[in-house]
C-alpha cells in the first residue's frame, strides 16, 4: 500500500549564547599581558605564553566555532584566525626553547607580523562596512592593526625604541577588547544597553 508522505518543517530556535565575549575576553587578557611585556613590566615568560595558547587560542577558537554554528562569518573567520595566530605565537616561542627549530630571523618574524597586519587591515574595513558596526570593535581592530604594524617595523628595522609604543597600542587594544567583552555581557544581564559603543 503506497502512502504519502507528509513532510514536517521544524523551526528549531537558537539558544546558544553570544560567543563574542569569550572570544574578546580571551583577546583582551593576552594582549594586555603580552604589552606588559613590551613596556618592560616583566619578561616574556611562562606565564605569557600559557595565556597567549589557553586564553588568546583556545577562548577565541571555541569562540569562533561557535559564531560560525551561529552563521556569523565575520566573527567565526575572525575569531578562529586569530586564537590560531595566538596558538602560532606560542608555538614560535616554545619550539625555539625546546631546540627542535631555529629561533625566528628578524625579517621572518617582520613577514610575519606584517602579513598579520595586512589581514587585520581588511577586517578593520570590514568593520566599517558592517551595517551594525561597533566603535568598540573597530578600535580593537584598529589598535590590532597599528600593533602589528609597528612590530613589523621593530623586527625589520632592530628599532626596539618603538616597543613601549608598541606596548601602548598593545595596552589599549587588550582593555578595548575587555570593554567589549563585558559590555557585552553586562548588556544582555541588564537586557538594556549599560555599556555603551557596543
Do not use: H
Amino acid at each position: 500500500m503506497e502512502g504519502n508522505i507528509e513532510m514536517v518543517q521544524a523551526d528549531v530556535a537558537d539558544k546558544t549564547a553570544n560567543p563574542a565575549p569569550l572570544g574578546f575576553t580571551g583577546l583582551g587578557l593576552s594582549a594586555v599581558l603580552l604589552s606588559l611585556t613590551y613596556v618592560g613590566l616583566f619578561p616574556l615568560d611562562s606565564m605569557v605564553v600559557s595565556m597567549a595558547i589557553f586564553l588568546g587560542g583556545f577562548a577565541q577558537v571555541f569562540a569562533g566555532i561557535m559564531a560560525w554554528k551561529k552563521g556569523d562569518v565575520f566573527a567565526g573567520t575572525a575569531f578562529n584566525a586569530f586564537g590560531l595566530f595566538w596558538f602560532s605565537l606560542a608555538g614560535l616561542i616554545i619550539l625555539q626553547s625546546l631546540g627542535w627549530a631555529a629561533a625566528a630571523e628578524p625579517m621572518s618574524m617582520a613577514a610575519y607580523l606584517f602579513i598579520w597586519g595586512v589581514y587585520t587591515f581588511v577586517m578593520l574595513i570590514g568593520t566599517l562596512k558592517m551595517c551594525n558596526g561597533s566603535r568598540v570593535i573597530q578600535f580593537v581592530f584598529l589598535t590590532l592593526f597599528i600593533l602589528f604594524i609597528l612590530l613589523a617595523i621593530i623586527n625589520a628595522t632592530g628599532m626596539t625604541g618603538l616597543l613601549v609604543i608598541a606596548g601602548i597600542d598593545g595596552l589599549l587594544l587588550g582593555f578595548g577588547s575587555l570593554y567589549a567583552a563585558l559590555a557585552m555581557v553586562l548588556n544582555e544581564i541588564c537586557e538594556k544597553p549599560v555599556a555603551p559603543g557596543i
